[in-house]
Every structure is written in structure tokens, then in C-alpha cells.
């Protein structure tokens, strides 16, 4: 199925589950539980856009259309929400580039033959120590 814009599911949403009777909503949400496809299809393809219509901005949280593409589809959550997927997938970077940073940084310490200015220091250390010793012998 097609999704649809934000606009054209406040439309069905102000149409079509607003205007209708109780009745009628909780028959809608009967045959969706039921897995009727024809309903399954139109509550998914409607409350797909719905976190970015009027009604949802507005956060009212008694309507029929955050009770069904709330509640019942769970389509508010943040983990179906666009911006958590982008975080993910900025963190994995993120991620990534500090491990790359860290494997170069230890593979240059290798070529240089194991820490640079460390292997100078414990040399004047055995070298000063040889000293002391030819010094009390």
C-alpha cells in the first residue's frame, strides 16, 4: 500500500474516525484486532503520517485517532519514530570512528617500535643504573 501525506491522514482522520459514531470506531478496532486486511491496511496507511498531523501535535490524547494509532497500533512510540533510527545510526558512527581512531593510533605506536618516548626513558634508567654501579664497585 501506498503511504500517504500527513495532510491526506488528517483528512481521513477529521472524515472518517472523527465524525463517526463510537459505535462504528469500536467496530473499526474490532476488525482490526480480528486481522481483517482491508481494515488492518487502512489503520496502518492512515497512522503511518499521524505523529506528524494536527492532531497529534496538538496532544490530545482522548481523540479516536490517538486511540487507535496510539494505543492499539503503536505507531507514537519512539522507537517508530524517524528521528531515533537517524540517532542510531549516529551513534554506530560515531561508534565506528572511534574504534578506526584507536586501531591507528595503536598500529603507528607499533611501527615506531612499541611507545616511542617510554623505550628512551627505561634506557637512561638501565644506563644510570649501570653508572651507579660501576660507581660502587
Known sequence: ?????????EVVIESQWMRASEADNDAM???????ESHTV?????TCEPYTGTKFYREGNT??????????????????KQTWFYLACG?????????????????????????????LEISESCEESTKD???ETD
Open 1 to 9: 500500500m501506498p503511504s500517504i501525506s500527513a495532510e491526506t491522514a
Open 29 to 35: 478496532i474490532k476488525k482490526f484486532k480480528d486481522g
Open 41 to 45: 491496511g487502512h489503520i496502518h496507511q
Open 62 to 79: 482522548t481523540s479516536i485517532a490517538h486511540k487507535i494509532c496510539c494505543e492499539l497500533v503503536d505507531y507514537c512510540s519512539f522507537y
Open 90 to 118: 549516529g551513534g554506530v558512527l560515531l561508534i565506528i570512528i572511534i574504534v578506526g581512531v584507536i586501531i591507528s593510533v595503536c598500529c603507528c605506536c607499533k611501527k615506531r617500535g612499541g611507545g616511542g618516548k617510554d
Open 132 to 134: 651507579e654501579e660501576q
